[in-house]
Nanobody
C-alpha cells in the first residue's frame, strides 16, 4: 500500500524558512515524478513544485526563486525548502506521486497518490 507522510510544517514569521519532507513507502519511487501542492483557506488546491525521475524541477511562478524541491531516492523522500515565506504562503501543503511521469506536473489529475498534508502558517 502506497503511503505518503508529510512533515515539517508549522508556524513561522514572514521572511522565515521551513523545510517540508515527504516520506514515501509501499514501493520504489525513484522512477516517478513527485510534486507538492497547497490549499489555502477558501481556495482550490494549487501546484507548487515538482521534480521528475531525472531530477528536473518545475515551479509555480508564485514561488519561483523562493522554493527548492529535491529528492533523495535512497530514502524515498522528497523535500520542499521554502525561504522568504510570506503570509500568502499559508496553506496545507500536500505531496503527491505522478507514477506515469506524464511530463505534465501542474494539475492534480496527473497525480495518483496523495499525502494527508501538513499545515504551514506564516504570520505577518
Amino acid at each position: 500500500q502506497v503511503q505518503l507522510v508529510e512533515s515539517g510544517g508549522g508556524l513561522v514569521q514572514a521572511g522565515g524558512s521551513l523545510r517540508l519532507s515527504c516520506a514515501a513507502s509501499g514501493r520504489t519511487f525513484s522512477n516517478y515524478a513527485m510534486g507538492w501542492f497547497r490549499r489555502a483557506p477558501g481556495k482550490e488546491r494549487e501546484f507548487v513544485a515538482a521534480i521528475n525521475w531525472s531530477g528536473m524541477t518545475y515551479y509555480a511562478d508564485s514561488v519561483k526563486g523562493r522554493v527548492t524541491i529535491s529528492r533523495v531516492n535512497a530514502k524515498n523522500t522528497v523535500y520542499l525548502q521554502m525561504n522568504s515565506l510570506k503570509p500568502k504562503d499559508t496553506a496545507v501543503y500536500y505531496c503527491a506521486v505522478n507514477s506515469r511521469d506524464s511530463g505534465i506536473y501542474g494539475y492534480t489529475d496527473e497525480y495518483d497518490y496523495w499525502g494527508q498534508g501538513t499545515q504551514v502558517t506564516v504570520s505577518s
